[in-house]
């Protein structure tokens, strides 16, 4: 016999990337025993049915909320609030509330007045996605070998909080928990100003008018590609990303202008000595990234089956 | 019987990760009768040796391009300057000397004055490379599909021009000419910039004191780690790049910052619209790379093997 689900209904709204490889993974590592889905996108429902990743495809968020034991919200950030507003008092008692946002403080503010009290929230984040988008681009191993951070709100909250992380981590995650201030700060830097320099860099790519688009289309593998990969990650999840965590966001751009402007002096002055020791410096941290198992070793990231292997 | 080899003797000068990657692909495309390899570095001499990727290894720069054919030029582009005045006066009557710099203005100005009338110098840039550096970083098929770009400097070169590119051709290059000026600011923006902010951020990151290098490190898999790909590129190649290319980068640095402020500013008023905007046409810009076969089509640049392929 195996070991009973972790949770007997699971309910997901939101059937993105993230929200179709957790239904996708909780089923594939046998963690639930209702998996419910709803989105409010008729379309995205229907085709979440045909995909067959849930056993119950909801017609809205109360309805899928009901009687289920955890619910995960995995719409894009600005529509958290909106969402708890509407199941908070359909929450069963003991149900754990969670989501999957790439920023918590906003998340919180706007969640937590809507969970009643014989309910917990636990907010998380797992660290892990493509730049695809919809119940298509999902995939059960989406989270394995990631790390996948909880923010927990109150030291009573603690087993709730591990029962979560055991699910995490049957989904292959790794499990870590910060404050909620920290982890907006900690992805400011590590994803969001990094998600937007790479836009900009684009859009400042796609304007000047003495490069044409089909030029920089045509020679975007001298290093321009890279950034093509984030910059085409879902408009309407990375809008909201900004809007939610302007504060942590501002406070770091304000350190990358700072930093790029030193680098620009340098460059101005001939200062190859600064631009040599950042080089050097920067290219140590890569190492260590490849090292603790969160990138490829492959030049390239492997793209192409022709580059050798490193050994 | 096979054809003739395009060139009798060619002498590659620096072998780095371009330089031993065109003695490779020249090799196995039959290019050339006899290969000579030589680099300034003892220990890379030695290497060379060791993988039998050269049928010769010099001793001198001097030595090597004596009776070539052609003479490609691969060190980083601050060196060149001082190859050209060792070699010139060696350089055979009829010979094409060329370079792989990712700057042109720079090098035509340090290489021409020492080229002697009876043979032609082709300044030439192929679009290719990984973060790797040094002779075992290279392989044959690093050319393959990617652009080779000319910069003649005068029509009168045609003959050598077209000589030059069935060179590449036969690496499997695709090979574009341009103007030397129109180059620089073409690789300003899809090069040479983006390698800046991708320095810059990991720059940043390592430094901000209320996040730890480790957490950089642990989460770096939602969107960091894509940048400290190309940061972790040769330092002093990187350096001269931007040394030889400061108007252009300077000009192009200024546009992204000018950008970079819109955007700051659209977050802080937090106007979504304009965020939404860009976002969405930097999407279609990597259609277009992707489409035109200049990047994989596979989520995460294809990294994880458990992603599903696109259909």
């Avoid at 695809?132 to 923010?151: C, N, Q, V, Y």
Wanted: proline share 5%.
């Amino acid at each position: 016999m195996a070991d009973a689900p972790l949770f007997d209904r699971v309910a997901i709204i939101g059937l993105g990337l993230i929200g179709s490889s957790i239904a996708r993974a909780a089923k594939a590592g046998g963690l639930v025993g209702t998996l419910v889905a709803v989105d409010r996108d008729p379309a995205v429902r229907a085709r979440v049915a045909e995909l067959g990743i849930a056993d119950v495809v909801a017609e809205t968020a109360a309805e899928a909320a009901e009687d289920a034991d955890l619910v995960i919200v995995c719409t894009p950030v600005g529509a958290c609030g909106a969402v708890a507003a509407e199941i908070g008092a359909r929450l069963k008692p003991g149900a754990i509330l969670s989501d999957v946002g790439s920023v918590k403080g906003a998340v919180v503010r706007d969640m937590a007045p809507h969970v009643p009290p014989y309910a917990t929230f636990v907010p998380a984040h797992p660290i892990a996605g493509t730049e695809d988008s919809g119940p298509d681009a999902g995939f059960a191993e989406l989270f394995r070998g990631r790390w996948a951070i909880l923010t927990p709100l109150s030291p009573a909250d603690a087993s709730d909080v591990a029962r979560l992380g055991a699910f995490w981590e049957g989904m292959g995650a790794m499990v870590d928990t910060m404050s909620v201030e920290h982890h907006d700060l900690v992805f400011a830097i590590v994803s969001h100003v990094p998600h937007l320099i790479a836009y900009n860099i684009v859009g400042t790519a796609a304007d000047l008018e003495e490069v044409t688009q089909q030029e920089v289309i045509k020679y975007s593998a001298s290093g321009f590609r890279d950034f093509t990969r984030i910059a085409s990650s879902d408009p309407t999840m990375w809008r909201d990303v900004f809007l939610n965590n302007r504060e942590a966001v501002l406070e770091v751009l304000g350190r990358f202008t700072e930093d790029l402007t030193a680098l620009q002096r340098a460059i101005r002055w001939g200062e190859g000595d600064a631009l040599f020791n950042l080089f050097t410096r920067t290219r140590a941290i890569r190492r260590s990234i490849v090292e603790q198992g969160q990138d490829t070793a492959a030049p390239d990231f492997g793209r192409r089956a022709t580059a050798p292997a490193k050994d």
